[in-house]
């Protein structure tokens, strides 16, 4: 009669397939995203996930004291054996996954004494569930066979992950690709676009070394459309992204082109509502990061991003809320130094509270519905609290410049800086931004890249958000994802030639649209915008409408108006045709007050 299996002694043999087991299943676990990325065309690109994985590791660290526990209680009962077996091999998968080389971007963090704590913890109960399922596995025909087909798989796995290696030939040296978008900056506070101010020393120090667009505009005045032109390289109507419409699926988007083109595309971005994935802004991003704290916290993460793919290239989006209109009390948030330094003259009463108790940027949204003016007073007060808030912003900026420059990353990157849209302080009667008049629409366009000369200079042409995702596109040696032999003035270009001191086609206007109609045309000396169905004239020395305007200058602006009008009505047609559009879950009860309380309504 043979003696029980579990009062077998371990066999050294046996040990030494337990070993490998979990080692080999550990390099299958941490390799398969890698894998899917290099091999299979990357669905595991997105937020969900990749952070989804890391969930997986930590819920495995959790419950595999529990499991161990329950299997050494069990361990008496021969029928289980086998379990024990590949439970052992799964716990020392877990503790061996961070010494393996594998892609960074998905997998956990766990630095400081509480992350080596856990993982040395892991470790020793790693090495007695390992003593556990081993003593009890006998020669188990299930287990054999079982550990023979998890590591033939693991095998062929870690075989496929080190065969992904960035080679020359995959990776060739292209710059890296960094966009900054800084919501809400107009561009007349910046130094380098002549402001007085001193509220932006940093960017005005990189602006030394980069191409300064004198005249950028934003897509739309407006968090949601402009980013999605920012990403797309489509005016509003031709994307057609809306509070109830995501990203038509045929659309790609520029981290999706530049995957194609062997680049990591990373975001890191603010909790805002509209920058989420349900628009389709995490298509093609391998780590999509959402940052609740300001940009200095932003900037920390973003530069962890960065040493986590270092010598691949890369493209990294870096968004920032905080020139934005703030929640609660004063309309805009500084620190109190900043505040003291541009607002501590006022003295009045005004605290960002009307007297319903209506703050920040809900009360100056209420002011745009009334139509009310606040005195004179604390209008000013209002436009020294967005400046000392760009004071702060750029202060904490300096930490993701500084650490660009020590990485070396500004020899050889393609970096731009803008804004989505500007803001308004009642130059036309209004606060906030949804007009198209130029104090919502006028943005900075600083770009630096690896060749920009010493005294870099600046650049004239009419450009618009349109215009980055083909520059990008330009410098990693992609494609046009619609070229087109006909140059439409609403249609991007790549801002190339002018980088490198040249000239490109140049647009007569840039067109303004959304929802299918046309919002504002604009040359560098005027516009003409349309308010609430009026076409206005705006130049430096004034507003007026069209129809007062001498009739020579205003039949050439109808016909450019014509003439813009008919095209977009040819695109939306072309768009009605083919283009999918795809309802998104409308923001909850807690988004829309928080969107509300922003200033945003309606649409957004």
Known sequence: MQPPIHNQPPRPGLWLRAGFLAGALLAMGRATPVVLRFYGTGGLGDQTLSQGYSFFLAGLWIAAPILIVGAGLCAHRPGLRWPLFLLAGSVSLAWIAHWLPYDSVFAPSLEGWRGWGLICSLGLVAAASAAVGVWGSGESRVAKTGGGVAAALSVTVLALHLGADRSPGRWPERPNLILISLDTLRADRLGSYGSDLGATPNLDAFAQHAVRFENAYSAAPSTLPSHMTMLTGLSPSRHGVTRDLGLPGELPTLPELLKEEGYATLAVVDTCVWLTGRFGFTRGFDLYRRVAEPTQAKAAQALEVLDLVQG?????????????????????????????????????????????????????????????????????????????????????????????QARGLL???????????????????????????????????????????????????????????????????????????????????????????????????????????????????????????????????????????????????????????????????????????????????????????LGYTGDD
């Open 411 to 597: 020899e050889n990157s393609v970096i731009a800086i803008t804004a989505d849209h500007g803001e308004e302080f009642f130059e036309h009667g209004k606060a906030l931004h949804a007009s198209y008049y130029a104090e919502c629409t006028t943005v900075p366009l600083l770009v630096h890249t690896p060749d920009t000369p010493e005294q870099p200079g600046t650049a004239a042409p009419l450009v618009s958000h349109v215009d980055l995702l083909r520059t990008f596109l330009d410098y990693a040696g992609g494609s046009d994802p619609s070229p087109s032999s006909d140059f439409a003035a609403s249609a991007g270009r790549s801002l190339r030639p002018w980088l490198e001191g040249g000239t490109g086609p140049e647009r007569p206007f840039m067109p303004f649209d959304r929802f299918g109609r046309l919002l504002a045309l604009r040359t560098p000396e005027a516009a003409v915008v349309r308010t609430r169905g009026e076409w206005f004239l705006e130049r430096e020395s004034g507003t007026l409408p069209l129809e007062d305007v001498p009739s020579e200058e205003r039949e050439g602006w109808m016909t450019w108006i014509g003439i813009e009008e008919a095209e977009l009505a040819s695109a939306m047609a072309r768009i009605g045709r083919t283009s999918k559009r795809s309802k998104v879950q409308r923001p909850t009860a807690t988004e829309d007050r928080e969107l509300r309380s």
């Open 312 to 404: 691949t290239p890369f493209f990294l989006f870096f968004h920032t809320y905080d020139a934005h209109s703030d929640m609660h009390g004063l309309p805009y948030h500084a620190a109190p130094s900043d505040r003291e330094r541009y607002a501590g003259w006022y003295q009045g009463e005004f605290d960002g509270c009307n007297e319903e108790g209506v703050c920040a940027s809900e009360y100056l949204r209420l002011l745009n519905e009334r139509g009310d003016l606040p005195a004179q007073a604390e209008r000013r007060f209002i436009e020294c609290l967005y400046d000392a808030g760009v004071r702060t912003l750029d202060r904490d900026l300096a930490l993701l410049f500084d650490g660009l």
